[in-house]
């Protein structure tokens, strides 16, 4: 995902907003919003391993994961962020400075 190695690892919940579209533009985590810029590149998906039993009873829509690498601007600074969805939650997972 990230270029240099220099990434802060996490799994915040996060709140996202998104356009007409159903991209995300806005999302809240620590306590702070930030609106995303640009798209870094291309979003991408991934399934959840269906044939674990803590996924059988799982919808294909609900077993797929999406990740959005994108420049984020927040109160203080601007960043480079991996917003995941999975399992109808969102979380950062990854923040470059």
Do not use: C
């Amino acid at each position: 995902m990230f270029e240099d190695g220099s990434v802060r690892r996490y799994h915040q919940p996060a709140e996202v907003e998104f356009n007409e579209n159903g991209e995300p533009v806005r999302f809240t985590a620590w306590g702070r919003t930030y609106a995303l810029i640009e798209s870094v590149q291309p979003y991408w998906e991934e399934m959840l391993p269906w044939w674990q039993n803590e996924y059988a009873d799982k919808t294909a829509e609900e077993l797929t994961v999406r990740h959005y690498t994108l420049r984020a601007h927040g109160p203080q600074r601007s960043a480079v962020v991996e917003l995941v969805q999975r399992l109808g939650e969102w979380y950062v997972e990854g923040v470059e400075d």
